[in-house]
């Protein structure tokens, strides 16, 4: 995992890329979030699309919901960047629109 932190005019960003899912389960999302939280003090995370399971972004599994809860609990925003061209999924694709 590559961590690295933007400054901006108010708090900062940490931009998480690496090329292996980081982010697989509830316990590694909240690992993730202290990881950067004591590494950078940042409380918005930007995080590669790489690093998250493909079970994530089926929303069947629940994945989304629970690590996405765990989020907003902890007060951090997070940001799942790269391609979603290849989802062809009617409630993801519904779920990203409303999301963004």
């Known amino acids: 995992m590559d961590l690295n932190f933007i400054q901006t005019a108010?708090?900062?960003?940490?931009?998480?890329?690496?090329?292996?899912?980081?982010?697989?389960?509830?316990?590694?999302?909240?690992?993730?979030?202290?990881?950067?939280?004591?590494?950078?003090?940042?409380?918005?995370?930007?995080?590669?699309?790489?690093?998250?399971?493909?079970?994530?972004?089926?929303l069947s599994t629940g994945l989304a919901g629970e690590v996405l809860q765990k989020f907003v609990n902890y007060h951090v925003k997070a940001a799942i960047y790269g391609d979603y061209s290849r989802y062809t999924s009617k409630p993801l694709r519904d779920f990203l629109y409303e999301s963004n």
Request: glycine residues 8%; negative net charge; hydrophobic residues 50%.
């Open 10 to 58: 108010g708090d900062g960003i940490a931009v998480v890329s690496g090329p292996h899912p980081i982010l697989v389960d509830v316990s590694s999302a909240l690992d993730l979030m202290m990881t950067v939280q004591h590494e950078t003090g940042a409380s918005k995370i930007a995080l590669d699309k790489r690093l998250v399971a493909e079970d994530f972004f089926i």
